[in-house]
């Protein structure tokens, strides 16, 4: 058998398990950048000058930043078994029934949000349905808290907390270097920290703090809706000190659900606990008597806009599931 990876890269017994279900085969190096077609594969957890790397093609294989694969030397043969992905449904035409993984093998993942724009609970709710589902711990880290005067950051807070139930929510500032503790915190015992965000919400910025050089492009965002464009153009693994990493992601504009497993429950879990008294367990949630569901909404306890979002999550989550069914049978078909 091969010698085991180096721990320093992120190396855990489960993943060591999964290896030797398939045969334990060549030695796997940790995927720390893709581009277009090739892969650069690490095997050492010191990433300075002279650290062993090499890139190898990966076409024809579903390879992520993140996964620790098996290669030739020319290419990938093999992906160790993921033990955690962040996965939305491509956003490109002519993939629609091809899920997309944005990042693998991560501990936690940081739904960034900025200060300076206005909240947008929807995005994060569609964002924490991902994130449980990835089966990383999902944290919501909001940026440029030196900007923003106390009164508009509690607002802020306030709103974003109010979806993100039980999920920590981390403030930070590059420049002044709030929460930075905490965030190297989260990579302590050689763990990884996946950034997702849209474009211009800080997270190259932030990176470039944590890591203590400029390693990301960053550009100032626009003044009159404090958007910004997509800086960082390829997900790549960096090296936090000697105890973590961190991954960053492109800007995401789309974040388009694949099918979930217990996403949604998790992300809506106060809804699904006013479900639980419902008069009927089969309750639509419209015209029932004793409807715990419709009696929250309609008393206030229950915001009328988080469970009209849960209901469109949920619809286009089974729009999903019978889009691919029909797509499987007229595949079945041709063959």
Do not use: Y
Not at 7 to 14: E, V
Not at 257 to 281: K, N, P, Y
């Amino acid at each position: 058998m091969s010698a085991s990876p180096d721990p320093g890269l992120g190396w855990t017994d489960a993943l060591q398990r999964a290896w030797e279900a398939i045969g334990a085969p060549g030695r796997p190096g940790r995927v720390g950048r893709l581009d277009r077609g090739w892969s650069t594969v690490l095997f050492v957890a010191d990433d300075a000058a002279g650290a062993e790397q090499h890139r190898v093609r990966n076409l024809g294989m579903d390879v992520a930043v993140g996964d620790w694969v098996i290669d030739d030397g020319e290419r990938i043969t093999a992906v160790v078994e993921r033990q955690s992905a962040f996965v939305r449904r491509a956003s490109f035409e002519g993939a629609r029934f091809e899920a997309h993984t944005l990042a693998a093998n991560i501990d936690v993942v940081a739904l960034v949000h900025a200060f300076g724009s206005p909240p947008n609970p929807r995005r994060l709710e569609r964002e924490l349905v991902l994130g449980f589902d990835s089966g990383a711990q999902p944290v919501v880290v909001l940026t440029k808290a030196d900007l923003i005067e106390d009164d508009l950051e509690t607002t802020t807070t306030e709103v974003l907390a109010e979806v993100a139930i039980d999920v920590p929510l981390v403030i930070t500032s590059a420049v002044d270097g709030t929460g930075m503790d905490h965030l190297r915190d989260l990579v302590s015992g050689h763990r990884t920290l996946a950034f997702l965000g849209a474009s211009g919400v800080g997270k190259s910025t932030l990176i470039n703090a944590l890591v203590g050089d400029e390693v990301q492009a960053t550009r100032e965002v626009r003044e009159h809706d404090q958007r910004g464009r997509h800086t960082t153009v390829a997900a790549e693994l960096l090296r936090l000190g000697d105890d973590g990493w961190l991954l960053d992601t492109p800007g995401v504009r789309a974040l388009s659900l694949w099918l979930s497993g217990q996403g949604i429950e998790r992300a809506f879990a106060d809804v699904f606990e006013l479900m639980d008294h419902c008069r009927f367990r089969d309750c639509k949630h419209d015209r029932e008597p004793e409807c715990a569901v419709r009696a929250a909404v309609d008393s206030g306890a229950l915001a009328a806009q988080r469970w009209r979002s849960l209901e469109r999550l949920v619809a286009e989550e089974a729009e999903l599931e019978i889009e691919q069914a029909d797509f499987i049978r007229r595949g079945d078909r041709r063959r």
